[in-house]
């Protein structure tokens, strides 16, 4: 009987005391909130001197889909050897001509691939890079950058007629995703260069 009493007393005194931490836990929390309520008011009040809004969620959001932009540019950029600033060159002159982030990115990465199949004398590579005057390697034998090759494609499909011709080299090249390049491939490679705001 005496452990029994023991045992309720103990869990009287702990519960007690699981309590008393649980509401000093959530007068802290109660203080973090007002702190951030308070900085984010003091957001809204310099976005306000700017004519805007920013609600907590709208702020966080904003954040968010910087840091993803940022990783996602950084991971392509590793992935084919094109600088971060000119990846965001692309992708803004795809907004303007119309064809999506991911798209750029799936034709990117299709490129790099292209080039070292059509480098390694497989035909179907090699002959759509030859059909448009290219070589995937430089004068002095160095292979070409993603970026470089890109801008000759871009520049010889800046002057190209617009058909089957141009739509099969763009998919032989630049995967599936090649057709729908062709907009912002138009635009040449001093076109999609102006774009670079750095």
């Known amino acids: 009987m005496a452990a029994k009493f023991n045992l309720l007393i103990a869990a009287k ?3 007690s005391a699981a309590i008393k931490r649980m509401g000093n836990s959530m007068q802290g929390l109660q203080g973090k909130l007002k702190n951030v309520g308070l900085s984010l008011g003091v957001v809204n009040r310099g976005f306000a001197a700017l004519g805007l809004a920013v609600s907590g969620g709208a702020f966080a959001a904003m954040v968010k889909n ?13 992935q084919t050897g094109i600088a971060s600033n000119t990846l965001m060159a692309y992708v ?56 470089q090759v890109l801008g000759e494609i871009s520049d010889e499909f800046k002057d190209m007629e617009n058909g089957a011709t141009k739509a099969a080299l763009a998919m ?14 138009n635009m040449g490679a001093e076109g999609i260069k102006q774009f670079n705001f750095e």
């Open 66 to 78: 910087a840091v993803n932009l940022g990783d996602s540019f950084g991971k392509l950029s590793t």
């Open 92 to 147: 803004n002159a795809g907004k303007l001509a119309g064809v999506e982030q991911e798209t750029i990115d799936k034709g990117l990465r299709r490129l790099a691939q292209s080039m070292r199949e059509a480098d390694q004398g497989v035909a179907t590579y090699k002959d759509a890079f030859d059909a448009l005057g290219l070589s995937v390697r430089n004068a002095d034998g160095t292979l070409k950058s993603s970026e």
């Open 172 to 185: 032989e090249i630049l995967g599936r995703s090649g057709a729908s390049l062709i907009p912002f491939l």
């Open 13 to 15: 005194t702990s519960g």
